[in-house]
């Protein structure tokens, strides 16, 4: 007998652990040093969103981004999103794993979505005032931007399941039967 079915409480611990990853996420993306950006064809060149780095082996000059206001911009983005997933994953926890406040779950689902915009505006900005200022011939995109993206990934998607959870409040708090998709008693 095979049984396939949505157990909603499970939710009420997947939610904050998949938002914790979204802060370690951004955490490694805002904190990484080896760049965010990097020259395709001589590795001499890279930028993160602090720095720009130029040379070769040991010998590297770097300079700061931060006297361009753009990449102000983007750092202030991104820490101000980290702060918004910051405080919803410690909402989330009190909402889902102390008690059940229902109440609170279209505002974790609100701070998410905010968050989602604002750090999009920032990693949209970066590549796009990068290519316009320092761009000098081929680069790639490396995992510390990809981890950005990555957070700002699973924000959303948990940010649309803090908004639909309200509806499901008896299956949340575990007062209705399971509902299965699939039976197969024959």
Known sequence: MFRC?????RC???????LLFAVIFDIIAIAAQSGWVED??????????????RGRNDNWECRSLMEFSWAQAVAALMIIGLIIVIVAFFISFVALCCSL???????????????????????????????EIIYEGYYNYTWAYGFGWG??????????????LPHHED???????????YDSER
Request: hydrophobic share 50%; with cysteine.
């Open 101 to 131: 406040n229902i109440s609170l779950l279209p505002v974790i689902g609100s701070l998410l979505i905010l968050a989602v915009i604002i750090q999009v505006i920032a990693l949209i900005i970066y590549p796009f005032k990068f290519n």
């Open 5 to 9: 079915g949505i157990s909603y409480p």
């Open 151 to 164: 957070a700002t990934i699973l924000m959303l998607g948990c940010g649309i399941i803090f908004c639909c």
């Open 12 to 18: 009420r611990w997947i939610l904050p652990l998949l």
């Open 171 to 181: 299956e949340l708090a575990d007062k209705e039967k399971i509902k299965y998709l």
């Open 40 to 53: 395709q064809d001589a590795k001499s060149h890279y930028a993160s969103m602090w720095q720009q780095c």
